[in-house]
């Protein structure tokens, strides 16, 4: 099944749009990042139209669990590089780190309504078999399903989503093409 694709910088955002945003559209917005990464300064402009527009957004606890773990390893890689993760995370430098990701999961959780993942209902034999060979992220196959339950547009930069069959609101030239 074809998915369809939009621009993000040409989407028309509404309020009745029901969006989830992947994880790295909340780390362009929220994470450190190089300055030279274009991609911070489309999708902080999506996000904002989104607001503007009182589009709904939709989170489950795989956004956020993803999120909070790549944040700290982007911090991690800023501030304690020489470091293992797992030190670092006991350190007292995490502390500051720690309550810097929550004060930004918290203002994220503001904007957001939470979904659940349906986990119970999946079809877990039939993501298992795809998984199995080798093409897909299992957290993909999982938020792809979860757009599909419920309705929900995907706004994202990640090129694993093309050919998921869920409508798609990107800057990813490679799913755009």
């Not at 040409?10 to 929220?30: C, I, M, R």
């Not at 909070?68 to 670092?88: G, V």
């Not at 897909?136 to 599909?148: G, K, P, T």
Request: charged share 25%; with cysteine.
């Amino acid at each position: 099944m074809a998915s369809e694709i939009s621009r993000i910088t040409d989407y028309p955002f509404s309020a009745s749009d029901e969006l989830l945003l992947d994880t790295n559209v909340w780390l362009f917005n929220y994470a450190p990042h190089s300055l030279d990464d274009s991609r911070v300064a489309v999708y902080s402009q999506a996000l904002a139209d989104i607001l503007a527009a009182k589009s709904r957004i939709y989170i489950d606890v795989l956004i956020v669990s993803e999120f909070i773990n790549r944040y700290i390893q982007l911090k991690h890689k800023l501030t304690a590089p020489r470091t293992k993760l797992k030190e670092f995370r006991k350190s007292g430098e995490f502390i500051p780190v720690a309550r810097e990701i929550a004060d930004d999961m918290r203002r994220i959780l503001g904007h957001c309504m939470r979904v659940g993942d349906g986990f119970d209902a999946l079809d877990i034999d039939g993501l298992m078999n795809e998984y199995a060979t080798g093409g897909s992220d299992f957290n993909d196959q999982v938020i792809s399903e979860l757009c599909r339950a419920h309705g929900l547009k995907l706004v994202t930069d990640d090129g694993g989503f093309g050919g998921r069959g869920i409508p798609l609101v990107t800057a990813n030239k490679h799913l755009l093409d």
